[in-house]
């Protein structure tokens, strides 16, 4: 695990589909989020293991942010619940999905606009078509978008729309990816590829150009 910026961590996980894949943990202070949860037991004990370098432990995670309801993100969302408690909180268009994949209510429904109020105020970023209720998560403290799959990466840093082969609608998630475009950001973290920790911003609009022109 990498503490990529203050208080955010980045956890590797097991890779899904032959793509990298990295979850997160915001630590701020009173608060602690995890987001997604990966799907293999290992991911278990690798998030584990990043909580107790942290000092911390299961029952200290207040808030599940989950991006979306494929089972990379969500796998081993049953076990983490019962291990902590924690509110999980979803996009509103994959909720019933993630119940009748995982058992798992979604505590809170979220849409675009709505604003988590832990670690100085998480807004959720709705960029559907990836799946129904995919979510990205914008960090005002941090100037930060965790994209979750709304925007797909390379281990060069390369960015690319995400493949059509993992999309319920590709042209409606290419077209999502110019939401991120809204939010003032330097930083973009990604579930699959290379994070880019600066000129982020820069990235996705010519990426949008590339695809929307």
């Known amino acids: 695990m990498v503490e990529i910026l203050e208080g955010l961590w980045a956890v590797r996980q097991s890779p ?57 993100h969500i796998g081993n969302l049953p076990l983490i619940k019962k291990k902590t408690g924690a509110e999980v909180m979803a996009g509103s268009g994959d909720a019933d999905r993630i119940k009748e994949r995982t ?30 209720g995919n979510l990205s998560f914008y960090l005002r403290r941090h100037r930060t978008i965790i994209a979750g799959d709304s925007i797909f990466g390379d281990l060069e840093g390369n960015l690319y729309a995400p493949p059509g082969k993992y999309c319920q609608d590709a042209e409606m998630a290419a077209r999502g990816m110019r939401r991120l475009l809204d939010y003032d950001f330097d930083v973009l973290l990604l579930s699959h590829g290379r994070n880019l920790m600066s000129g982020a911003k820069d990235e996705v609009s010519n990426l949008c150009r590339e695809y929307l022109s």
């Not at 990966?38 to 000092?55: A, C």
């Not at 798992?104 to 832990?118: E, K, S, T």
Request: with cysteine; charged share 30%.
């Open 16 to 72: 899904a589909d032959g793509l990298e894949l990295e979850g997160y943990i915001l630590d701020c202070g009173e608060d602690l989020v995890l987001v997604d949860t990966g799907f293999t037991p290992q991911d278990v004990d690798i998030i584990q293991r990043e909580l107790r370098s942290m000092g911390r432990e299961w029952a200290d995670i207040d808030v599940i942010l989950i991006t979306h309801a494929h089972g990379d």
């Open 103 to 132: 058992a798992v209510d979604v505590d809170r429904r979220l849409i675009h606009g709505d604003v988590i109020d832990v670690c100085g105020g998480i807004e959720t970023i709705g960029v559907p078509g990836h799946s129904e």
